[in-house]
Structures are given as C-alpha cells and as structure tokens.
C-alpha cells in the first residue's frame, strides 16, 4: 500500500457532555456567551438550557482524526506525518446539551496519494440518533526531517 488510509477507513469516539467541559472550555477560550454558560437566559429559548460550543465539538472532530492517524500507522511511508489542514462546511445542526451523549463518525472519503491528502466526512449524533453536526476534515501526509 502506498498510502495510509483507504476510502471507507472509520473512526468513531463517544463522550458525554459534561458540566466541566462546557465551563472548562469557556475558560480556555474566554467564551463566556450566555448560550453556554447562562442556563436561566437560555431556559427561555427553544434550546430549553445552555448549549455546548460549537468549537468544542470540532475538538470531538479532531479526536477521531487523531484516531484515524493512529489506526494508518505502518500502512505507508515511514518518513510521512499527518496534520490537519482544516475543516470545511461545519454545521452544528442542533444544540447539544451538558449530558447528552455524543457520537462522533468519522470516515476517509477520498484520498489524493498525488498529493498526499485524504477528505473525511464527520457526522456528530446524540443520544436520539439525531445528527447534531456535521463537517468535512482534510488531512495531509508531510515528510518528516
């Protein structure tokens, strides 16, 4: 094999919503929006309660890619490193509460060996099954130094 992920390549990581990641979140990032962090002005809005961030799912998002890189260890060239080179057409469908449960599926859609890239599709889904976010992830394979 001369590249280190094929079409079809899945990864898939589920986590709970819990009250430190929203408040811990909001403290790194210094995003203290009442949709996150006050549940009485959000009770009072068709969410019924505060609401995760949008950038903490695309961290869930990255898990599975770092989960993906892991999984493609050995199936290509020992010199390359994967990064990221970003997300496109994210779109948080619905809110996602503190405690709902998250599943976030990741998998290779198409890969460019010429280029050294892969394109994935993400989908996030609670706990109902509903999708709650969705987007594309483009990973390139670097030659190490």
């Known amino acids: 094999m001369d590249f280190h992920v094929q079409v079809g390549d ?5 986590k709970t919503v819990g009250e430190y990641d929203v408040y811990g979140f909001a403290g790194i990032t210094g ?15 068709p969410y019924g309660g505060r609401i995760a961030h949008g950038a903490l ?13 892991r999984a493609s260890e050995g199936r290509g060239p020992d010199d390359e490193i994967a990064v990221s ?12 509460r503190i405690g709902d449960t998250l599943t976030v599926h990741y998998t290779i859609a198409e890969i460019d060996p010429e280029r050294r890239r892969s394109r994935s599709d993400i989908r996030i889904t ?20």
């Open 57 to 69: 799912l695309i961290g869930y998002m990255s898990t599975t890619s770092t989960m993906i890189c």
């Open 31 to 45: 995003d203290l929006a009442a949709n996150h962090v006050d549940e009485h002005a959000m009770r009072q809005t």
């Open 85 to 96: 080179l970003g997300y496109d057409r994210i779109r948080f469908l619905e809110g996602v």
């Open 10 to 14: 899945h990864a898939q990581f589920t």
């Open 126 to 145: 609670n706990q109902h099954g509903d999708t709650v976010a969705v987007a594309h992830h483009i990973l390139k394979w670097v030659k190490k130094a």
